[in-house]
């Protein structure tokens, strides 16, 4: 296991450029879309992550060929080899449940372990199911798996009790070689949705709706290949604007789409950071003198991101006053409080509320990281803390940050991997 060592002298002030990647959560999707045609697909702006090796693997073991070169990918999937993704890939990876809906619309049959709870909350896929069973498919649960069939998905309205991104795609690439139309209601909003239809599209797919909560979806079968870009990833941007504010920084992040950011850009505002857009790719930010507190409640997208509550928690500890962070999607998601105790933050826990009182000095201490965001909460904590910070199992961060730490160093941070 690999650990993180920051060396803080309490308010270090980040400054230069940084490139932010492609977006983990966009890339996952468009990666098992390639599950729907023999032919080749070709993506760009794919980000270096650790769950884009997993989902490679995965796919891989269902027929897939594939070359990365820098942050190109070429992938083709001929002929489908199998049709089973093992309990050991998806308990790595959750996301692994996105080649469900594709394998089930190409082959007639797809076998995925269940994903089970982890360590954001208990995380059922019910209402993946329930779709597909909508568009025709017959499921059974058995043995920790689920067993899907179906000789051909049927076109029907499907409309989610709840917003769910997995949902969604799975249900919009099950749809898209299914007979006739699909209308999908209440579908979740976020960009990386949107993406995944504009190269569904690309792909030949019949798609109305695409950034709305109601999708059309006529089914054309069979989908061919295809060119397509990643975006970047908005909750990467986000964990840089908060390190620029916490460290009293100067900071210009390229590569992006402001127009993501726009909750996060209008919280850090009103906590009194200055944010500029220099182009439609780019964004300066300043640290404040002096932040504000303010309460936050997570939503589905356009609100606040949960992927973004740890890091806002941080930002909040260095605020004057009180914010109550409400998390409202996950019902476990508040692991990194803990260890932000250990750096001397001031924050209670009751429900689904996390009570941060500010502003408290940190003082780097030895903590772990239990899930991705919450190690990157205390990569930036660990940034402003006094002293030496250690982060142990960063594995996690690997999951969903592209060289973080080699970025964090260019804009002066003094951050290293040590080995254990
Ligand atoms: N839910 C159900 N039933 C379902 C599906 C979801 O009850 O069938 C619940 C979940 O338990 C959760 C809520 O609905 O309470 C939202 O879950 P959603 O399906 O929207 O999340 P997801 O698709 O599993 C994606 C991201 C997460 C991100 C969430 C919310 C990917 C690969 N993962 O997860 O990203 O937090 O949407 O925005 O896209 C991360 O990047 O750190 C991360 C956890």
């Given at each position: 296991?690999?650990?993180?060592?920051?060396?803080?002298?309490?308010?270090?002030?980040?400054?230069?450029?940084?490139?932010?990647?492609?977006?983990?959560?966009?890339?996952?999707?468009?990666?098992?879309?390639?599950?729907?045609?023999?032919?080749?697909?070709?993506?760009?702006?794919?980000?270096?992550?650790?769950?884009?090796?997993?989902?490679?693997?995965?796919?891989?073991?269902?027929?897939?060929?594939?070359?990365?070169?820098?942050?190109?990918?070429?992938?083709?999937?001929?002929?489908?080899?199998?049709?089973?993704?093992?309990?050991?890939?998806?308990?790595?990876?959750?996301?692994?449940?996105?080649?469900?809906?594709?394998?089930?619309?190409?082959?007639?049959?797809?076998?995925?372990?269940?994903?089970?709870?982890?360590?954001?909350?208990?995380?059922?896929?019910?209402?993946?199911?329930?779709?597909?069973?909508?568009?025709?498919?017959?499921?059974?649960?058995?043995?920790?798996?689920?067993?899907?069939?179906?000789?051909?998905?049927?076109?029907?309205?499907?409309?989610?009790?709840?917003?769910?991104?997995?949902?969604?795609?799975?249900?919009?690439?099950?749809?898209?070689?299914?007979?006739?139309?699909?209308?999908?209601?209440?579908?979740?909003?976020e960009p990386e949705i949107s993406n995944l239809c504009e190269f569904l599209v690309k792909m030949g797919a019949q798609i109305e709706g695409i950034g709305e909560e109601t999708i059309r979806v006529k089914g054309s079968d069979p989908l061919h290949g295809a060119t397509h870009e990643i975006i970047p990833d908005r909750i990467e941007a986000g964990t840089f604007l908060v390190a620029g504010a916490l460290t009293y920084g100067n900071l210009t992040l390229t590569h992006i789409q402001p127009q993501h950011l726009l909750t996060i850009i209008e919280k850090l505002k009103y906590s009194g950071v200055k944010i500029e857009k220099l182009n439609n790719r780019s964004l300066r930010?300043?640290?404040?003198?002096?932040?504000?507190?303010?309460?936050?409640?997570?939503?589905?997208?356009?609100?606040?991101?949960?992927?973004?509550?740890?890091?806002?928690?941080?930002?909040?500890?260095?605020?004057?006053?009180?914010?109550?962070?409400?998390?409202?999607?996950?019902?476990?998601?508040?692991?990194?409080?803990?260890?932000?105790?250990?750096?001397?933050?001031?924050?209670?826990?009751?429900?689904?509320?996390?009570?941060?009182?500010?502003?408290?000095?940190?003082?780097?201490?030895?903590?772990?990281?239990?899930?991705?965001?919450?190690?990157?909460?205390?990569?930036?904590?660990?940034?402003?803390?006094?002293?030496?910070?250690?982060?142990?199992?960063?594995?996690?961060?690997?999951?969903?940050?592209?060289?973080?730490?080699?970025?964090?160093?260019?804009?002066?941070?003094?951050?290293?991997?040590?080995?254990?």
């Amino acid at each position: 296991m690999g650990k993180i060592k920051i060396t803080g002298d309490g308010h270090p002030l980040l400054d230069g450029k940084v490139q932010i990647s492609g977006a983990k959560n966009a890339v996952l999707p468009a990666i098992t879309a390639s599950l729907l045609t023999s032919e080749k697909i070709r993506l760009e702006n794919i980000p270096l992550v650790k769950d884009v090796y997993t989902i490679l693997t995965l796919m891989k073991g269902l027929g897939a060929e594939y070359t990365l070169d820098k942050n190109s990918l070429s992938i083709q999937v001929k002929r489908i080899l199998s049709q089973e993704a093992s309990y050991e890939l998806v308990q790595a990876m959750r996301a692994s449940i996105l080649v469900l809906g594709p394998l089930l619309a190409r082959k007639g049959k797809a076998i995925v372990a269940l994903p089970g709870g982890c360590a954001i909350g208990s995380r059922p896929i019910d209402l993946h199911i329930q779709g597909l069973e909508k568009l025709g498919a017959s499921i059974q649960l058995e043995h920790g798996y689920i067993r899907a069939e179906a000789s051909k998905l049927q076109g029907t309205e499907i409309e989610f009790e709840r917003k769910t991104v997995g949902g969604t795609e799975n249900l919009l690439m099950a749809a898209c070689l299914a007979k006739g139309e699909t209308v999908l209601k209440n579908c979740s909003l976020e960009p990386e949705i949107s993406n995944l239809c504009e190269f569904l599209v690309k792909m030949g797919a019949q798609i109305e709706g695409i950034g709305e909560e109601t999708i059309r979806v006529k089914g054309s079968d069979p989908l061919h290949g295809a060119t397509h870009e990643i975006i970047p990833d908005r909750i990467e941007a986000g964990t840089f604007l908060v390190a620029g504010a916490l460290t009293y920084g100067n900071l210009t992040l390229t590569h992006i789409q402001p127009q993501h950011l726009l909750t996060i850009i209008e919280k850090l505002k009103y906590s009194g950071v200055k944010i500029e857009k220099l182009n439609n790719r780019s964004l300066r930010v300043q640290g404040a003198p002096k932040i504000k507190s303010q309460d936050i409640t997570t939503s589905p997208y356009p609100g606040f991101p949960t992927d973004m509550q740890a890091q806002f928690t941080v930002l909040m500890t260095q605020a004057e006053g009180t914010s109550i962070i409400t998390e409202t999607i996950f019902n476990r998601r508040f692991s990194h409080i803990n260890e932000l105790l250990r750096l001397g933050a001031n924050i209670e826990v009751s429900g689904d509320k996390a009570i941060v009182k500010g502003k408290t000095l940190l003082s780097g201490a030895e903590t772990r990281a239990t899930d991705l965001r919450a190690s990157a909460s205390l990569v930036l904590a660990g940034l402003i803390a006094q002293g030496e910070t250690i982060i142990n199992d960063v594995e996690h961060l690997d999951r969903g940050y592209e060289k973080l730490e080699a970025k964090l160093k260019t804009l002066g941070a003094q951050i290293e991997r040590v080995s254990t």
